[in-house]
């Protein structure tokens, strides 16, 4: 496995396993510095959305990056007010114009809005169909909504993005996304770098010669989850990528798993106020 590995998703397209998120990276210099070190370290995927308010950075550091645009994977999400068919439609085009490209490789529903997402959804099935979008997913999305949601689509999501880190597991929605071939991507993967304080995280980081960060990021892609770690400092961007020349054993994954106490550092989707 290498920066570039990818999984293969449910209609056949491949996402690299690693992508920088940039969740309150500033538009402008902030976004399109971490976006370019990422891209020179090799990082191919890049995660945005219209309501982090950077698309702009990002598809100016794309375009500035000299890489062909289809060797990069790119994701943005639809935000909770714009949801509804033809408002979907309006914001995906808006986002297309401010990532100045001419099409997405992945658009999630940012958060699950019952029936109202089912109409969003509509309108990603469109924009698929028309070569708009190659994959098509959700985020935020539990078990229960899922279950109501799939007997509305007749695609079957690609992926789901979820919060997910050695806290806050979801075991269930982990087995019934696999059961799915639905691919479960994690969102603050590193806790916001509150994995450094874990006590077994930094054993295992003395055992392994990898940081408590880096070990938490591999742990991640072997239990089968695409990870987005944010940052806009160069040196962790760097350090972020450096996991694919060790494997943790299966007892260590299992230590990990065991720290899970259900606990969110982020809203939960069925409270959410926004
Ligand atoms: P992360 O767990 O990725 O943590 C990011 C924070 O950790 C930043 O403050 C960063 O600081 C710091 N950090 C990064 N690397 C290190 C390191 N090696 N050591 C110590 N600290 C570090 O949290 P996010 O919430 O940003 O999640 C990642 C991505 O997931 C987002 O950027 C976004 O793309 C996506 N996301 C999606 C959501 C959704 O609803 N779908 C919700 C939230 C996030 P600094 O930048 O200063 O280096």
């Known amino acids: 496995m290498e920066i570039s590995s990818k999984v293969k998703l449910n209609n056949g397209l491949e996402m690299p396993w690693l992508g920088l998120g940039v969740f309150l990276s500033k538009d402008g210099t902030e976004v399109e510095n971490a976006v370019k070190t990422a891209l020179e370290n090799g990082y191919i995927s890049i995660d945005t959305a219209t309501i982090y308010q950077n698309e702009r950075g990002v598809g100016t550091a794309i375009n500035e990056s000299g890489i062909p645009r289809e060797e990069i994977f790119l994701t943005s999400k639809v935000w909770n007010s714009d949801q509804g068919y033809q408002t979907t439609l309006a914001a995906f085009d808006e986002s297309l114009e401010k990532l100045q490209t001419s099409y997405l490789d992945l658009y999630l529903i940012h958060w699950p809005k019952g029936k109202r997402s089912v109409e969003t959804w509509k309108a990603l099935e469109e924009l698929y169909g028309k ?73 295992l980081s003395t055992k392994y010669g990898k940081t408590p960060v880096q070990i938490v990021l591999r742990w991640d892609i072997q239990k089968g989850v695409v990870t987005i770690p944010k940052s806009v400092t160069r040196e962790r961007i760097i350090s972020n990528a450096d996991i694919f020349d060790f494997e943790l054993n299966d007892k260590d994954i299992a230590k990990i798993d065991r720290l899970d106490q259900n606990k969110r550092i982020g809203p939960h989707p069925d409270y959410i106020s926004f």
């Open 131 to 203: 070569g708009k979008i190659k994959a098509i997913g959700v985020s935020n999305f539990l078990v229960h909504h899922l279950e109501d949601f799939l007997p509305e689509c007749k695609i079957i999501p690609a992926v789901n993005q979820v919060e997910f880190h050695p806290e806050l597991i979801q075991p269930e929605l982990l087995q019934y996304c696999q059961n799915r071939n639905i691919q479960l991507e994690a969102w603050s993967p590193i806790m916001k770098g509150k994995v450094n304080d874990i006590p077994l995280m930094k054993d």
